[in-house]
T-cell receptor, first 113, second 114 residues
Framework: KAGVTQTPRYLIKTRGQQVTLSCSPISGHRSVSWYQQTPGQGLQFLFEYFSETQRNKGNFPGRFSGRQFSNSRSEMNVSTLELGDSALYLC????????????FGPGTRLLVL | AQSVTQLGSHVSVSEGALVLLRCNYSSSVPPYLFWYVQYPNQGLQLLLKYTSAATLVKGINGFEAEFKKSETSFHLTKPSAHMSDAAEYFCAVSDSMYSGDMRFGAGTRLTVKP
């Protein structure tokens, strides 16, 4: 089976712009979670989507949003980018049932200038 | 929400020596606990997880962890370090019955000296 894929792998944006990141889960997985990883804050949970519905949400401002499509692919959007949004954004997928293992993608590295 | 604390941001061991990475959780009820490894410029890979089936959990690459409720700990060990074990290790906890929401520790960078 192909693993979790994320596109693009690297991205450079300027403050005030918006960005959309994409995640394709492992085939058959219905849950997709997003995490932000920075040197200062570490790994932080953004949100989880399951069957096109947001099931869990972390403590991030409304500028961070996401969605999931019927084929389980997910996108994450960040509007009005700030310098502090520079991070590695990781996507993870799982079957979505009781404590199924999450499998992580390689991440998208976002640099905001 | 539950949280985990990893003691020691950097651990250095010699090749062949015991690896011990510490993790304590904050919970009054049995949590779901995980250890992940991250190699440079890569995503996270699951080493092992505790879901109350057994207190001693064996994972991949020779790693194991023991859940100790009395100490609220879930330390990761490996009897003999290998150069390829050099990476960053994250302990994580979930208080959800679903696996989609995990809270990570700050991470421990393991260095293995030849």
């Amino acid at each position: 089976k192909a693993g979790v894929t994320q596109t693009p792998r690297y991205l450079i944006k300027t403050r005030g712009q918006q960005v959309t990141l994409s995640c394709s889960p492992i085939s058959g997985h219905r849950s997709v979670s997003w995490y932000q990883q920075t040197p200062g804050q570490g790994l932080q949970f953004l949100f989880e989507y399951f069957s096109e519905t947001q099931r869990n949400k972390g403590n991030f401002p409304g500028r961070f949003s996401g969605r999931q499509f019927s084929n389980s692919r997910s996108e994450m959007n960040v509007s009005t980018l700030e310098l502090g949004d520079s991070a590695l954004y990781l996507c993870a997928s799982s079957l979505g049932d009781h404590q199924e293992t999450q499998y992580f993608g390689p991440g998208t590295r976002l640099l905001v200038l | 929400a539950q949280s985990v604390t990893q003691l020691g941001s950097h651990v250095s061991v010699s090749e062949g020596a015991l690896v011990l990475l510490r993790c304590n959780y904050s919970s009054s009820v049995p949590p779901y606990l995980f250890w992940y490894v991250q190699y440079p410029n890569q995503g996270l890979q699951l080493l092992l997880k505790y879901t109350s089936a057994a207190t001693l959990v064996k994972g991949i690459n020779g790693f194991e962890a023991e859940f100790k409720k009395s100490e609220t700990s879930f330390h990761l060990t490996k009897p003999s370090a290998h150069m390829s074990d050099a990476a960053e290790y994250f302990c994580a906890v979930s208080d959800s019955m679903y696996s989609g929401d995990m809270r990570f520790g700050a991470g421990t960078r393991l260095t293995v000296k030849p």
